[in-house]
């Protein structure tokens, strides 16, 4: 058994945790602040951590270097993957509903990921890990589905979530490349600064100003630091010792975290079907974890 393939699974499910936390603390925001524009706040916030971070770990110099050595086209791809990301996932949940929309977003994620690893690194992921994948996608939709009444269709709206999955699938496989060579926290932070700024006109157009009070600031400052920053700068390094197509599929363990708060801290009630769709995430993750350590 590889330890650093473990290690990248242990950082990759580390950050899921993270990113299950999204759910519930949005549901705790006030309505009058747009989607559009927690998206947006989120990665401004999460740019912010950055910077901390650099500042803290990457004194002077050494962080000047380390932004300089960057690969900025790079940089510039995988901050427009998590722009279009943020846009195309808020945009889809609206179009499709939370459920829906949420299980064809993640669920999509890690079948572009294998995709486009066998296409473009030559690599294409085991037999093993696409059952393991399928598995969980299946659980997850299952536990989304469980959760409450679903909303109709509509064809934008699936796109929309379509889109989604590949951006971020395109986002951890671009971020890969990168981190073999630079500093983590460098580049995650140069890709969300970006974002950031990509980001704010967008919400801007099509939200208008926003309206910010304390309590959104709290929400804000959750989902930028702890759901955005330290999430993905735990993806960055975890990125460096096992596959972005596993990495991508790993990230379904979010859903698992959601379903956990959803029962604990919103004190929802999901059917079996959710409980069935639990386990089946919980295998398929143990089957792709299992393809990683044994392809390593």
Not at 35 to 48: D, E, I, P, Q, T
Not at 270 to 289: E, K
Request: with cysteine; charged share 5%; hydrophobic share 60%.
């Amino acid at each position: 058994m590889n330890p650093q393939s473990l290690r990248g699974v242990a950082l990759v499910l580390a950050a899921a945790v993270l990113w299950g936390t999204t759910g519930t603390a949005q549901s705790f925001a006030p309505p009058q602040l747009s989607s559009y524009w927690v998206g947006a706040l989120r990665l401004v916030a999460s740019s912010l951590f950055f910077l901390a971070w650099l500042v803290l770990t990457e004194r002077g110099a050494l962080a000047r270097s380390a932004l300089a050595s960057l690969p900025w086209r790079g940089v510039m791809a995988a901050a427009v993957c998590m722009s279009v990301y943020n846009l195309a996932f808020f945009a889809g949940v609206r179009a499709s509903g939370v459920a829906v929309g949420t299980a064809i977003a993640i669920g999509s994620g890690p079948v572009w990921a294998g995709i486009l690893q066998a296409l473009v690194n030559r690599r294409p992921p085991s037999l093993p890990w696409w059952l393991g994948t399928v598995l969980a996608v299946g659980g997850g939709a299952l536990m989304i589905a469980g959760g409450g009444a679903l909303q109709a269709l509509t064809p934008l709206g699936v796109v929309l979530c379509l889109i989604a999955g590949l951006s971020y699938a395109v986002y951890a496989l671009v971020n890969k490349t990168m981190v073999a060579d630079a500093s983590a926290a460098a580049v995650t932070g140069a890709v969300f600064t970006l974002a950031a700024l990509l980001s704010l006109p967008v919400a801007l157009a099509l939200a208008g100003l926003p309206m910010v009070r304390a309590a959104d600031l709290a929400i804000v400052a959750w989902l930028g630091v702890m759901s955005t920053g330290v999430a993905y700068l735990l993806f960055s390094h975890a990125l460096r010792h096992i596959s972005g197509a596993t990495a991508v599929a790993l990230a379904l363990a979010e859903p698992v975290t959601a379903f956990v708060l959803a029962l604990v801290v919103v004190g929802e009630r999901p059917g079996a079907g959710a409980f069935l769709g639990l386990l089946c995430v919980l295998a398929g993750l143990a089957v792709v974890i299992r393809a990683e350590l044994k392809a390593a």
